[in-house]
């Protein structure tokens, strides 16, 4: 079997299907991700999935290359390249079309081709099926073709692909059944048969359309929570216990907010999708909206409790701990956290960031700070920590041993420390502020910045936030 595109989702895939005994080619366009490879190095941060690749690559179960023509020895190909949305919603569909067009100069009779990559409904019958025609073969009759989504989350991928059901739509039933088939045999997971290759795009767009709406309502709800100091961690957790449908209500977590590559752009293809039908949608982009929000949110949440702490935000020094879009990966694509840093270091203040698991240039690209080669580097005398993705290098931190400022305020935009740990921290002289959490009446520090009214305390950018914040 062979995997186009070789990225994320790809290797993940590669690399458990080679695992499990099948011999796969990845075929990407990319000749650095290629040579890195050879050279042992393999950019994608997903917890054991470095392992996995280059145990295959040791067996000679798993090839990585730039050579299409490998495609035509595969029985079956499947499609994981990229599909980025341009503004609001419409696909750029460039890797789609050249994958699909490399694919057409191979393809032979008998093949079955699988989309794995996320598209607006009517993407593989409009726009895949014509390209693949494009070889003088007819689809459905001469090859299959199937649309079955990847719905597995970074962090946690190689368990969910061993375990989530799939869903597979063909282009007619032949193709249905035959990519079922394939992905019950190679996988052993439950395979979910659909009428249409629509029906199973439609599937991916609305899971990811519930998880980011969700986010949006636990995001509200954080707020919500804030006004009465409230904890809204366990207003969830009690919400959550009514049975509803065939499950409990289930709100989500409230966060720094919402990355990646698919959580940002799925609700937009829904919404551009309708539109382009005549129909309104209004939960995908609201659901963007508040997420969108929540960077600038968390960040002004620093500076109201470095301020409540007597400390000036326009000089406090920020040390930001997690720099990709979620916990455990090392992914920045559309990454919250860059909101936040970017406030922070309008208002003045000195961020450092660190992130064991994302690439160094990438970050200091896209942050415009050098990321600090250590945690302790990073949270000498801060005054503020931000734990904005806890990855698991961070869960054991010794906070009695940082060497932080005098009553350090912690940021918890996605750690959900305990009632405990919250208590814990306290004790050691932290000051700790979350998303919805409880915050702390924490003495200020006397010795540090007096506490006066906002207008007087700070001047130029920082001003205007608070401008913003307290209308
Ligand atoms: N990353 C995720 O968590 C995730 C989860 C579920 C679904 N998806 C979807 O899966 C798809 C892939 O996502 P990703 O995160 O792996 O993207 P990615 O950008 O990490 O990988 C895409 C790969 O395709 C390669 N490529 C581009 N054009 C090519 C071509 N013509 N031929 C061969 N290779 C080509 C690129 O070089 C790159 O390595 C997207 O549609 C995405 O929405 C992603």
Same mark, same amino acid.
């Given at each position: 079997?062979?995997?186009?595109? #070789?990225g ?13 005994? #099948?011999?796969?080619?990845?075929v ?19 917890q ?6 280059f145990?295959?690559? /040791?067996?000679?179960? *798993?090839?990585?290359?730039?050579? =299409?023509?490998?495609?035509?020895s595969?029985?079956?190909?499947l499609i ?7 503004? @609001? ?16 100069r ?10 794995k990559?996320?598209? &607006? ?13 494009? =070889? ?11 649309? /079955? ?24 039933p032949?193709?249905?059944r035959d ?17 249409s290759? %629509? ?16 986010i949006a *309502?636990?995001?509200? *709800?954080?707020? #919500? ?7 809204? *961690?366990?207003?969830?957790?009690a ?6 449908? @065939?499950? /409990? ?9 919402v990355?990646? !590559?698919?959580?940002? @752009? ?15 949608i ?6 963007? %909206?508040?997420?969108a ?19 000036n ?12 879009? @979620?916990?455990?990966?090392g ?8 909101g ?12 450092r ?19 600090a ?21 961070? $869960? ?6 940082? &060497? ?13 420390? !305990?009632? %405990?740990?919250?208590? !814990? ?20 520090d006397?010795? !540090?910045?007096?506490?006066? &009214?906002?207008?007087r305390?700070? $001047? ?11 209308s």
């Amino acid at each position: 079997m062979a995997v186009i595109g #070789f990225g994320y989702v790809g290797s993940c895939i590669a690399a458990t299907l080679a695992d499990r005994g #099948f011999d796969v080619v990845g075929v990407d366009t990319d000749p650095r991700l290629i040579e890195e490879l050879a050279r042992g190095y393999c950019r994608f941060q997903e917890q054991g999935l470095a392992d996995m690749i280059f145990r295959g690559v /040791t067996t000679g179960r *798993l090839r990585v290359t730039t050579d =299409s023509a490998e495609l035509a020895s595969a029985d079956v190909v499947l499609i994981a390249v990229g599909t980025p949305i341009r503004e @609001k919603g419409a696909l750029a569909d460039e890797q789609l079309r050249g994958a699909c067009l490399e694919l057409s100069r191979h393809l032979r009779q008998g093949q079955l081709v699988v989309l794995k990559s996320t598209v &607006p409904p009517g993407t593989t019958r409009d726009v895949v099926l014509p390209l693949l025609e494009q =070889s003088g073969l007819i689809g459905g009759v001469d090859f299959g073709l199937a649309f /079955t989504p990847e719905r597995l989350a970074e962090g946690t991928a190689l368990a969910e692909l061993r375990t989530f059901p799939i869903v597979a739509g063909g282009l007619e039933p032949d193709s249905t059944r035959d990519v079922a088939a394939f992905w019950h045999r190679v996988l052993g997971v439950e395979v979910i048969p659909l009428d249409s290759l %629509e029906s199973a795009e439609i599937v991916k767009l609305a899971d990811n359309w519930w998880i980011d709406l969700n986010i949006a *309502l636990a995001n509200e *709800l954080a707020k #919500f929570c804030a006004l009465y100091d409230v904890d809204v *961690l366990d207003v969830i957790a009690a919400a959550n216990t009514i049975p509803k449908g @065939k499950g /409990t209500v289930n709100i989500l977590l409230p966060s720094v907010g919402v990355g990646g !590559s698919c959580l940002t @752009k799925d609700p937009w293809m829904v919404w551009r999708s309708a539109r382009r039908r005549g129909v309104e949608i209004l939960t995908a982009p609201a659901g963007r %909206e508040v997420n969108a929000g929540m960077p600038e949110y968390t960040a002004q949440l620093a500076i109201d409790e470095l301020v409540k702490l007597g400390k000036n935000p326009a000089t406090a020094k920020v040390a930001v701990l997690g720099l990709a879009f @979620k916990n455990n990966t090392g992914d920045l694509r559309a990454t919250p956290t860059r909101g936040v840093v970017e406030t922070l270091v309008e208002t003045g203040a000195q961020v450092r960031i660190f992130d064991p698991l994302v690439d160094v240039a990438h970050a200091e690209e896209l942050f415009g700070i050098t990321p600090a080669a250590s945690l302790q580097e990073a949270v000498q005398d801060a005054d503020c920590i931000a734990v904005l993705a806890l990855h698991r290098e961070f $869960e054991d931190i010794d906070f009695a041993a940082l &060497p932080v400022a005098r009553s350090c305020l912690l940021l918890d935009g996605r750690a959900y420390y !305990s009632k %405990e740990k919250i208590a !814990s921290l306290r004790r050691l002289g932290y000051l700790y502020q979350g998303i919805g959490r409880v915050g702390a009446p924490a003495a200020p520090d006397p010795h !540090s910045y007096p506490v006066a &009214p906002v207008s007087r305390l700070v $001047e130029g950018p920082v001003a205007a936030l608070y401008v913003e914040s307290g209308s």
